[in-house]
């Protein structure tokens, strides 16, 4: 017999509606021959709305409290969804993370799972029922509920269906599955059947709303297959799986586009040893997260060092920065918001030339100029002006033809 | 340093205003020196909202998924008001009934309190924190999370007041007391300043909202002072305490009218021993709780029975006595729900005669005729029609003079 996890995210299981209709994808897995394993995450927009609620009796709520209140999210969905799967005739039973031993460390909201206990889950496995499981929370070792962060659902369904050894880990979710760039943006994106853990761990780095970077981490060291598809249909959607060696063929597996990107200059540094260092350490210790940096070539032992940072994170970062200048002796700090970061991903860059070249030929054919590039193994991101955006989405995703299934 | 017990009611709690007022009491108790424990239910017409939304996925939900899904508005309050404390500048922490181990029997959506372990909470006091923990809820052997039934945070706040020996158990609720009659009914009705577990049991079983009977049983065998009072103003309310010898000196305390209720009537029965005895085994064994019951004077051998139950009940309660005519020999079934039960509560009625006649003749002064009678050692009600239910209360209110205070 098989098992199969199934998560659902908030959109769900938004209504009653969804929720049946969730319920009934569980149910036909199970009369498939499966075991089955539901995660579910709170309804639609009821997170956001006691996030709301706390602010109104506490500006900087407790950690604690908040992973309290916030839990009963998850915890309403498994028991309406429980309900729901007995509606449709099948044997169901909600647990919480604590009733499970999902056991975490003790960092309120953004919780590590440390330990599942798995054997609830098995003996209701063994007696037929369907079980569903609240996604998102814990318990640390003094029973204190805890929750796993943005996207701690995800987590969830790849930790269960690691440690229960899962033939598939389905995340359901409003979207089709993985495609060649964001369809909103790119008319003829396409949906992407494979792709690699590192491949999918550098898009939703880069801003893909589809799985967490987290999940997909557990997912790659535990070889969780995770098959990421719509709730509203039942068309196959992506699948996240090991790298194989035919993957490599394909050269470019997407291209992502941020706009949450700032960037910070600081003008006329002293090129001398130690002071990019000196920056990157204040940055650090001020927990900035930097994400490119630029060193200009120097002149007369005068030099620029831009980087970028989230945008979120710029009115700290400029601050980090004008610290600086007293210490380094710069002459001052510029900032800019109007830019955007195009990304190109794919395993098949590590084994291939010539694929920077064709990425800025595209760009330089559209007349984009480039003002900040950084490169890893698999991936290579340029920082261009926010308003051409789009037009250089759409010129590097035709110039790589990835509207094109692979051969 | 004394030990304070709060209890706040779903309109206590409503919305952020009403938590950061509750938490302002609890804040004041504590700084006039007490360790605070305060209970909370779930905010306003949360409850409701939640039976709502399982009704839309399941037309008899199990009664498991029921109990996880309602005892999340608990779960949310504990967090608010947590956070709220925090605010006013005193340390909180909030538990679910499973953090501290509220241990229930398994009977899911009215389970009753088997044990409570104090350590975790005494741990929390000794610390200087206010605790704040969820009413209404616990968790069986196997961690399944149970809920109390209606009115179940009161029984948690005295059981915690009890087992913790509280010098006081306060219930805060949207009306300033336990009054001689209903406020809304009879004008000059009067507050009572101290009551009896055994009044007050009374009383709320005849359909006084202010405290759930189950709680005031339990107050009454472990000795927990009890104090009803509004959540709106700093009157004092109302105690509710161990009988004392002077309170027998007031003959009655107060005057209750539930509309509640409907009458069944069987016709024609054969008037032979061992037929009241058939028709109320059959009633118990259909779960129909009758309340009143009244044998007419026999004529040739033949009686018609009339009793009362509760008015929800009704259509099953027409079924089951149908059901006896066959057995019984009965001529037919009638019923009405045009009726009204008005009764007089005080301990005094076991040293005082006359109190019966002071209530007939005060019903008869105002030309209202008694249907059916019952008595118990400190209650008389009577059961009359419900149009002149408002003029009879009113009536027998004046008779013993409950609108003056007690001599």
């Given at each position: 017999?098989?098992?199969?996890?199934?998560k659902?995210?908030?959109?769900?299981?938004?209504?009653a509606?969804?929720?049946m209709?969730?319920?009934?994808?569980?149910?036909?897995?199970?009369?498939?021959?499966?075991?089955?394993?539901?995660?579910?995450?709170?309804?639609?927009?009821?997170?956001?709305?006691?996030?709301?609620?706390?602010?109104?009796?506490?500006e900087?709520?407790?950690?604690?409290?908040?992973?309290?209140?916030?839990?009963?999210?998850?915890?309403?969905?498994?028991?309406?969804?429980?309900?729901?799967?007995?509606?449709?005739?099948?044997?169901?039973?909600?647990?919480?993370?604590?009733?499970?031993?999902?056991?975490?460390?003790?960092?309120?909201?953004?919780?590590?799972?440390?330990?599942?206990?798995p054997?609830?889950i098995?003996?209701?496995?063994?007696?037929?029922?369907?079980?569903?499981?609240?996604?998102?929370?814990?318990?640390?070792?003094?029973?204190?509920?805890?929750?796993?962060?943005?996207?701690?659902?995800?987590?969830?369904?790849?930790?269960?269906?690691?440690?229960?050894?899962?033939?598939?880990?389905?995340?359901y979710?409003?979207?089709?599955?993985?495609?060649?760039?964001?369809?909103?943006?790119?008319?003829?994106?396409?949906?992407?059947?494979?792709i690699?853990?590192?491949?999918?761990?550098?898009?939703?780095?880069?801003?893909?709303?589809?799985?967490q970077?987290?999940?997909?981490?557990?997912?790659k060291?535990?070889g969780?297959?995770?098959?990421?598809?719509?709730?509203?249909?039942d068309?196959?959607?992506?699948?996240?799986?090991?790298?194989?060696?035919?993957?490599?063929?394909?050269?470019?597996?997407?291209?992502?586009?941020?706009?949450?990107?700032?960037?910070?200059?600081?003008?006329?540094?002293?090129?001398?040893?130690?002071?990019?260092?000196?920056?990157m350490?204040?940055f650090?210790?001020?927990?900035?997260?930097?994400?490119?940096?630029?060193?200009?070539?120097?002149?007369?032992?005068?030099?620029?060092?831009?980087?970028?940072?989230?945008?979120?994170?710029?009115?700290?970062?400029?601050?980090?920065?004008?610290?600086?200048?007293?210490?380094?002796?710069?002459?001052?700090?510029?900032?800019?918001?109007?830019?955007?970061?195009?990304?190109?991903?794919?395993?098949?860059?590590?084994?291939?030339?010539?694929?920077?070249?064709?990425?800025?030929?595209?760009?330089?054919?559209?007349d984009?100029?480039?003002?900040?590039?950084?490169?890893?193994?698999?991936?290579?991101?340029v920082?261009?002006?926010?308003k051409y955006?789009?037009?250089?989405?759409?010129?590097?995703?035709?110039?790589?033809?990835?509207?094109?299934?692979?051969?």
């Open positions: 017999m098989g098992l199969t996890v199934q659902f995210g908030g959109s769900s299981v938004a209504d509606e969804r929720i209709r969730a319920a009934g994808r569980a149910v036909k897995a199970k009369r498939a021959g499966n075991n089955v394993i539901v995660i579910v995450s709170a309804r639609g927009d009821l997170t956001d709305e006691l996030i709301d609620l706390a602010k109104q009796v506490s900087d709520p407790p950690r604690r409290e908040m992973d309290m209140l916030l839990s009963t999210g998850e915890q309403q969905s498994v028991a309406l969804m429980a309900m729901a799967v007995h509606t449709l005739g099948e044997d169901a039973i909600s647990f919480a993370g604590a009733q499970i031993g999902i056991v975490t460390d003790s960092f309120h909201t953004k919780a590590k799972i440390r330990n599942i206990d054997t609830r098995i003996e209701a496995l063994d007696q037929g029922k369907i079980v569903i499981v609240a996604g998102f929370q814990g318990v640390d070792e003094n029973f204190n509920i805890t929750t796993l962060g943005r996207g701690g659902s995800d987590t969830t369904a790849v930790a269960l269906a690691s440690v229960l050894k899962a033939d598939v880990c389905e995340i979710t409003d979207v089709d599955g993985v495609y060649t760039a964001d369809p909103r943006r790119v008319s003829d994106a396409r949906k992407i059947a494979r690699s853990y590192d491949e999918m761990l550098e898009l939703a780095a880069l801003g893909a709303q589809v799985m970077a987290r999940s997909i981490e557990f997912a060291r535990y969780v297959t995770i098959h990421v598809r719509s709730s509203f249909n068309n196959e959607g992506t699948y996240i799986v090991r790298e194989a060696p035919e993957m490599e063929d394909i050269v470019v597996s997407g291209v992502a586009l941020s706009k949450n990107e700032a960037k910070v200059t600081i003008r006329a540094v002293p090129d001398k040893p130690g002071v990019a260092a000196t920056i350490g204040r650090a210790a001020s927990g900035v997260n930097v994400d490119m940096i630029v060193q200009n070539t120097s002149a007369d032992g005068i030099t620029d060092m831009s980087f970028t940072v989230d945008r979120s994170e710029l009115p700290h970062a400029r601050k980090v920065a004008q610290s600086l200048l007293a210490d380094l002796g710069g002459t001052g700090v510029e900032s800019a918001e109007d830019i955007a970061k195009l990304s190109i991903v794919g395993i098949g860059m590590r084994s291939h030339t010539g694929v920077a070249e064709k990425m800025f030929a595209a760009l330089a054919a559209v984009v100029n480039i003002n900040m590039i950084s490169t890893s193994e698999i991936k290579l991101s920082i261009i002006d926010a955006a789009d037009e250089a989405l759409a010129a590097v995703h035709a110039a790589f033809e990835l509207n094109k299934p692979p051969a």
